[in-house]
T-cell receptor
Framework: EDQVTQSPEALRLQEGESSSLNCSYTVSGLRGLFWYRQDPGKGPEFLFTLYSAGEEKEKERLKATLTKKESFLHITAPKPEDSATYLCAAPPSGATNKLIFGTGTLLAVQP | DADVTQTPRNRITKTGKRIMLECSQTKGHDRMYWYRQDPGLGLRLIYYSFDVKDINKGEISDGYSVSRQAQAKFSLSLESAIPNQTALYFC???????????FGPGTRLTVL
């Protein structure tokens, strides 16, 4: 069964304390791994798409990486404004135009 | 102005009532989606549409129906609302087969 699993469910960091969020997937023939940020009461906001193992993408303090089984979202020297829920998603096996979402990691960065 | 808008933003209704949630987009995308989000369950796909003549069921379509009135408009209806349909509902759009989806601000629906 196709699954996208995120860990941890919640993460509390001090400002400046770097860490990583994990997204593992059991989708065959991966056609994209998507990362989103969601603030409370708002819709998810697109961050990155990764397509092949070894690919990396960066945006400000965030860097996303991809292996054959999982993706990591590395947060370097986070600030309180990085606090949000981070979601990852992937198209299911053999299907296009749809995404399976993980349940997200709730990140809290304390000053 | 927002590219993907949803109305209403909040709605409280009673069991058995018919409810319509509306989504409009100015991005010019053909693909539109409806999701619901529940704590601990993440985003789950209800219906999706590739164009005005193409409607597809998602993983949790029971109890819901949709209408694609135009390329830019996609409505979700709850024919007879029940309390376990209380959730956050999101509309999204996409312009390509493998492309990212762009989400609206959401509708918080409470069914009493």
């Amino acid at each position: 069964e196709d699954q996208v699993t995120q860990s941890p469910e919640a993460l509390r960091l001090q400002e400046g304390e770097s860490s990583s969020l994990n997204c593992s997937y059991t989708v065959s023939g991966l056609r994209g791994l998507f990362w989103y940020r969601q603030d409370p009461g708002k819709g998810p906001e697109f961050l990155f798409t990764l397509y092949s193992a070894g690919e990396e993408k960066e945006k400000e303090r965030l860097k996303a990486t991809l292996t054959k089984k999982e993706s990591f979202l590395h947060i370097t020297a986070p600030k309180p404004e990085d606090s949000a829920t981070y979601l990852c998603a992937a198209p299911p096996s053999g299907a296009t135009n749809k995404l399976i979402f993980g349940t997200g990691t709730l990140l809290a960065v304390q000053p | 102005d927002a590219d993907v808008t949803q109305t209403p933003r909040n709605r409280i209704t009673k069991t058995g009532k018919r409810i319509m949630l509306e989504c409009s987009q100015t991005k010019g995308h053909d693909r539109m989606y409806w999701y619901r989000q529940d704590p601990g369950l993440g985003l789950r796909l209800i219906y999706y549409s590739f164009d005005v003549k193409d409607i597809n069921k998602g993983e949790i379509s029971d109890g819901y129906s949709v209408s694609r009135q135009a390329q830019a408009k996609f409505s979700l209806s709850l024919e007879s609302a029940i309390p376990n349909q209380t959730a956050l509902y999101f509309c999204a759009t996409s312009d390509s087969q493998y492309g990212e989806q762009f989400f609206g601000p959401g509708t918080r629906l409470t069914v009493l």
